[in-house]
């Protein structure tokens, strides 16, 4: 699909990538594929026991003193689709395409993953080449860097040789980063007791949220669907009448979520209290998020889709009214968004929470929230907050994943080499950027301190959600831009 394009070599890597599921926690076989990379061309390589892959190629003829360079991005991907997309991504490819203007690739119904397939087909096409002048190169491809970043967590600088870094896993061509904000995730977890009704299943459902990342898109007033459901579920107001078998929302703790749903099961007499709060409740939050979310609904319908909590044909078991009421206060009452500004740089996000996902199990239901900070004292403060809310709800909070900010740094030759080239290419400055999004670069200087490193790529809009699309002049233009770089590398 995507031949004609051109860098061809990017390209045909690229979409080699997105024929393999990746999905984060899903990367046994994207790392094989690297593996193999490295094999048929007989080029060096290590793989880490936690599927990290790094391949090394010696420097061109001319570079062999200058500083040997890395260029990294993360194998996975953030794997959603559409509703209704049958497509299992755990196990199929992404159906790539060209928009009919001819100016994007995107993927039919999901996400395609251009964060951060882009930057490992980068690196395959220079290791590929034999006609672009490099230092000594390493292509570093980490795991699971969008459900905590644990390939960079796990990264052993001993199998790492370059100190000199070029993480290519932004997203805003004309941008350089030189720092991000630091993040965990806290995960809250509320036990929950069940009855047993009878009566028929209704599904109460939010759809239609723009979502979005939740690190570059939290400043731009986007709702959370499971924020919404519950506000939704206020503002219908039914008491004991609700009677969940579950509620659920959300894909990932760093996306914001797009849809949320709960199933509850309803009697004759409680189906028409039900249908008419529904109505009430429909009526007052559209006028409210018109605004802010055009495409947002709200769907009531029956379902049969409840299998796993029948007793017998028409009997369920549902959560009782104290699980229900507790799950939904703390819903109600947890930050979501933009909690600080940064004093300087203006205009950045210093900290935020996104509400990522919510789901039910048997005897529990789990929220997991992605706090981020440029300050590290302001994420633990955040990250307390939150784990105070959560026990004064009746649940147990766990933080896990946590990683460093990357700090910025006054002097960096690699900046400067970085922008001379941009400058040479474009005939204009770059901008230099620190982002409220996370980046793998803070664990890299936390475990190689003496790195020096930048964070750049082509414009990819709406990642982390099935509108995601890549700019093929930008992925054009960032090529040329990468090749023209490690050339000016080879003098340094």
Not at 156 to 173: C, Q
Not at 223 to 233: C, G, K, S
Not at 246 to 257: F, V
Request: aromatic share 6%.
């Amino acid at each position: 699909m995507l031949t004609g394009l051109k860098p061809a070599s990017v390209w045909r890597f690229f979409e080699e990538i997105c024929a393999i599921p990746h999905g984060s926690g899903n990367i046994a076989k994207i790392s094989a594929y690297l593996q193999d990379f490295a094999k048929e061309r007989k080029l060096d390589y290590v793989a880490e026991p936690c599927g990290n892959v790094i391949i090394r190629k010696p420097a061109t003829p001319g570079c062999e003193d200058a500083p040997a360079v890395v260029i990294q991005g993360h194998m996975d991907m953030v794997a959603v689709k559409d509703p209704g997309v049958e497509k299992d991504l755990s196990k199929e490819g992404l159906d790539v395409a060209v928009t009919e203007d001819g100016q994007y690739v995107y993927a039919k119904g999901t996400s395609l993953g251009g964060d951060d397939g882009i930057a490992i087909a980068y690196g395959l096409a220079v290791l590929d080449s034999s006609d672009i002048a490099h230092p000594a190169l390493e292509l570093v491809a980490t795991v699971d860097e969008e459900t905590g970043m644990e390939g960079a967590h796990e990264l052993s600088a001993d199998d790492v040789n370059g100190r000199v870094w070029l993480n290519i896993d932004s997203e805003d061509e004309g941008i350089v980063l030189a720092g991000c904000a630091g993040g965990l995730t806290l995960h809250s977890d509320f036990p929950i007791v069940r009855d047993t009704v009878s009566g028929d299943l209704l599904r109460i459902a939010v759809t239609g949220c723009r979502g979005g990342h939740s690190g570059t898109e939290i400043d731009k007033n986007r709702a959370n669907a499971i924020l919404v459901l519950a506000a939704f579920l206020q503002t219908m107001n039914c008491g004991k009448m609700l009677q969940p078998l579950w509620i659920s929302g959300g894909e990932k703790d760093n996306a914001i979520p797009t849809s949320a749903e709960m199933v509850i099961c309803v009697n004759e007499y409680e189906r028409f209290e039900i249908c008419r709060a529904f109505d009430r409740a429909e009526k007052a939050l559209l006028a409210a998020y018109r605004r802010q979310e055009p495409e947002l609904s709200f769907v009531l319908e029956e379902t049969q889709d409840g299998r796993e909590f029948m007793i017998q044909e028409g009997s369920y078991r549902v959560m009782n009214h104290a699980s229900v009421e507790k799950v939904l206060q703390f819903l109600l009452l947890v930050p979501f968004g933009v909690s600080a500004m940064c004093a300087e740089p203006k205009g950045l996000v210093e900290t935020s929470n996104n509400v990522g996902i919510v789901r039910t199990e048997d005897s529990r239901v789990i929220v997991d929230s992605s706090v981020r900070s440029m300050v590290d004292v302001r994420k633990q403060q955040l990250g307390d907050k939150i784990a105070l809310l959560t026990t004064v709800c009746g649940g147990i909070a766990t933080r896990h994943s946590e990683y460093p900010g990357w700090e910025y740094r006054e002097k960096s030759p690699l900046r400067d080499a970085w922008l001379e080239v941009y400058r040479e290419q474009y005939g204009e400055d770059a901008t230099v950027q620190t982002i409220h999004a996370g980046l793998e670069c803070g664990l890299i200087l936390e475990h190689m301190p003496e790195t020096d490193a930048v964070s750049f790529g082509p414009n990819i809009l709406e990642i982390h959600t099935t509108a995601e699309r890549m700019e093929i002049a930008s992925v054009e233009r960032t090529w040329d831009l990468l090749v023209r770089l490690l050339a000016r590398l080879c003098r340094a």
